[in-house]
Each structure stands twice: as structure tokens, then as C-alpha cells.
């Protein structure tokens, strides 16, 4: 424990008792560990590494890929995923976002976690980033002429999907060229061929740097002593590079604001643009509103956006469902809405398989009128079902009335028979 010193203890308020968090940081490196005391049989881990880009070349996906082909300690791929099956883990994985990127692991118990944290904190810290790991992992040209790579590939498939398009295009808007929200950092296809393995090692010295990194850890009674032990013992951060880690809020430009945004270049703070994209059915869109948020330390304010939202928009019954989706003539298919808590925030509403109407069917200047007749041909059919249910309640009206009579005139028809059966027994007694 001599390494790491107590930052702070705090507990936070639960369900039925508070949740205890401590906080730790490495002294040599600056590198912090938060636990989380949380009763359960599993224990999570997330290493969190803030990534900034300046392109779309895709430099922090394509390093997370590059991050589990081995290590210094471990160089030979396949290594962290046997350790994580003998530790009774689900696997190990990883995502990046606009700001960071996240590596993830869950283990049965402590015991797994102490196992496997350290390895998979050298993996990160200490990829071993070989040209040929590259070629395979992130691109090249094959045989037969053809662009390959398990990065491409994967950015290929999804690049110009409606959703993708419609996030970057929201993301385009609403903030400046100089901040790394305005790029695609999983990369686009036109720009990672620019990419070399020497800027993806200049990238990971730049902000792989331990004074830069979160770790989360959650479990029922953790044991940071014996996780700092092994960290120790097998030097995974005495090798790291005393250089220091970037000032982030200058990478990120936050501190100039977004004065350079599109959403910002109008008097009334507001812009549109139209996107197109490959679909098999051209008769839905989607259409996507975007707003810049409070402040990320807002947190109050933050979760109360989540929460009024959430109400108008998360089930069949809620408001902006029974307004667009859950109606006779759908405006949408489905809504949601995301609050984007990233270092500079915003908040997307989305409404997907919205119907739309081609152009050059319809003149601008017949729109209007189309829509009233459209309104009015809503009433009128309006109008026709309520006929229609009217006149089946008068028939069956009828039909009841019909039934009522009927059987009155069985009744009478069945006394009539009765007085002519007593006449006719009357007339042939004997004698």
C-alpha cells in the first residue's frame, strides 16, 4: 500500500444502504483506482482511457483492436481470453466513444478479478503494436485487389448505415471542426488507409499515459490491497515513461466554446441539413433533433432531463408515443431520446421509419393544400366510421326489434291454436 495513497471514502446513497466507494491513486504515475463495494457474487472492471482525434481516420478504435493482439509481459495473442476462461469470466471486451474508450472485464468473485486486472492493465499500457498485427487487424489491400482489414471491414458494414449517418450528421452540427465530438473516431473508409502504425504508437504514448486513466472496480468485499500487490510485483507500471499525460481540456478545445459550430453561425441558433443514405425501403426516413446540453458537472440537471424524457418517450402509453407512433395515420415508428454525457454535452431526439414523400411528386407549392386534403380525407374517413358504426347499431336494433315481434306473433299463433284445439274437442265429445 506504500505505492498508493487514500484520495477519499465516500458512500453513496442506494436502495437499501448506502454504497461505500474508495478512492485510490498510484503516487508514481497519478494513475487512480476506484472501488465500488457492491454485494453480489460478480465483480466488473473498467479501465477508462480519455481519447481525443483530430480526424476520422479512426486512431482510438483502431488501437483498441490493436490492444488485445498481446502485450509486453504477455505478447502471444489469445493469452488474456484463456486467462479470463480459467477466472470464470465472460470475456473481455472494449468500446470507444467520441471521448474515450472503455475495457471491460467481469469475473465470478475477487479472486478471478485480482487474477486478471493486472494482465489485462499491461495489455493496455504495454501493447506490443507489431506492423504485421496492423496489416491484419486494421488494413490492407489482398490478392485480388481488394480493400481488408477487420477495422475496414467493420466500419464499411456500418458507415453508411441510417443511424450512423444520422448521428455523425447531428454530431457535425452541433459542434466545431477543433473538437473531437465533430469526427468519427471509429474511423471512415475513405480516411484509415491514410493511417500508419507509427501514428497509432505516437497516439497510444500520447494518451495511453497512466496520470490519464480511470479504473472502476465493483464487487462484494475487494481486496485493493492484494490488485495493488500484483501490480507491484510484476512492474506493469514501474516501465511506464514519466512523461506525463496531456491537458485534456486544451486537446478537447472545450475552454473556446462552440462559437465556431454551425448550429452557432445563425441569429437564431438553429440549422438543418438533409442526409441521404442506402435503404430497400424508400418510403421511411428518419428525422433527428439535437440540442447542446447543460454542463457535464450539472449532474442534477443531467439526470432530470433523462427522467422527463424517458417519461414522454419510453413506452406505448407515454406522450410522444400515443402522439406519433400509437395513432391511426404513424408519423414515426419509434422515439428516442439520448442524453449525451460527454465532456461537452448534448441531447438527440430521434424519430425513426417516419413516412416520407419523394420529391417531384409533389410541388412545394401543392404541399400545404395536400396536407389539408389529407386532414380533411382523415376526418371524412372519421365521419364514415362513425356512420357505419351507427347504422350497425341501428340494424341491430332492428334485428332485436325483429326478434321481439317475432316471437310475440309465436305467442299469439300458439294461443290462437290452443282456443281452436279446445273448440274442436268440444264439437266431437260423445253423445
Known amino acids: ?38 454485494a453480489g457474487p460478480q465483480a466488473t472492471a473498467t479501465i477508462i482511457v480519455p481519447t481525443v482525434v483530430k480526424d476520422s481516420r479512426g486512431l482510438p478504435h483502431t488501437l483498441e483492436h490493436l490492444v488485445f493482439c498481446g502485450s509486453k509481459n504477455y505478447p502471444n495473442r489469445g493469452y488474456l481470453d484463456s486467462l479470463a476462461n480459467r477466472c470464470l469470466s465472460t470475456g473481455t471486451n472494449a468500446y470507444t466513444t467520441e471521448d474515450h474508450t472503455g475495457y471491460t472485464i467481469a469475473t465470478a468473485g475477487r479472486d478471478g478479478m485480482a487474477e486478471i486486472l493486472p494482465v489485462f492493465l499491461d495489455h493496455v499500457l504495454h501493447p506490443t503494436l507489431r506492423d504485421d498485427q496492423y496489416v491484419t487487424e486494421v488494413y490492407h489491400v489482398d490478392g485480388e485487389g481488394k480493400q481488408q482489414g477487420v477495422v475496414f471491414s467493420e466500419m464499411a458494414s456500418r458507415e453508411n448505415s441510417e443511424a450512423d449517418l444520422l448521428d455523425l450528421g447531428l454530431r457535425k452540427l452541433l459542434y466545431p471542426k477543433s473538437q473531437t465530438y465533430y469526427y468519427e473516431c471509429g474511423g471512415l473508409t475513405p480516411e484509415i488507409p491514410k493511417m500508419t502504425n507509427e501514428d497509432i504508437k505516437d497516439y497510444h504514448q500520447k494518451f495511453y499515459h497512466p496520470s490519464n486513466m480511470t479504473i472502476v472496480v465493483a464487487g462484494d468485499s475487494l481486496q485493493p490491497g492484494r490488485i495493488f500487490q500484483t501490480l507491484i510485483e510484476r512492474g506493469i507500471l514501474n516501465t511506464v515513461e514519466d512523461k506525463g499525460g496531456v491537458d485534456l481540456i486544451q486537446e478537447m478545445d472545450i475552454s473556446k466554446g462552440r462559437e465556431d459550430a454551425p448550429i452557432m453561425s445563425k441569429e437564431t441558433n438553429f440549422t438543418s441539413k438533409t442526409i441521404h443514405f442506402p435503404s430497400a425501403d424508400e418510403d421511411v426516413g428518419s428525422i433527428g433533433y439535437g440540442w447542446l446540453g447543460p454542463n457535464t458537472f450539472d449532474v442534477k440537471t443531467m439526470v432530470a432531463l433523462d427522467i422527463l424524457f424517458r417519461f414522454l418517450h419510453e413506452t406505448s402509453a407515454s406522450p410522444f408515443s400515443q402522439e406519433f407512433v400509437e395513432r391511426r395515420n404513424p408519423l414515426a415508428s419509434h422515439v428516442d431520446f439520448e442524453v449525451k454525457g460527454c465532456m461537452d454535452t448534448s441531447l438527440l431526439l430521434l424519430f425513426s421509419g417516419v413516412p416520407i414523400r419523394s420529391k417531384g411528386k409533389k410541388s412545394p407549392e401543392t404541399a400545404g393544400s395536400d396536407d389539408e386534403e389529407s386532414d380533411k380525407e382523415h376526418e371524412h374517413s372519421e365521419q364514415e366510421d362513425d356512420e357505419e358504426e351507427e347504422e350497425e347499431e341501428e340494424e341491430e336494433e332492428e334485428s332485436d326489434d325483429g326478434h321481439d315481434q317475432s316471437d310475440d306473433d309465436n305467442e299469439d299463433h300458439a294461443e290462437i291454436n290452443a282456443d281452436d284445439a279446445e273448440e274442436a274437442q268440444d264439437l266431437y265429445q260423445p253423445g
Do not use: C, N, W
Not at 506504500?2 to 436502495?15: A, N, R
Open 1 to 38: 500500500m506504500d505505492h498508493f495513497l487514500l484520495e477519499s471514502t465516500v458512500s453513496l446513497p442506494g436502495p437499501s444502504q448506502p454504497t461505500p466507494v474508495t478512492i485510490y491513486k498510484h503516487l508514481a504515475t497519478g494513475m487512480r483506482l476506484v472501488f465500488v463495494d457492491i
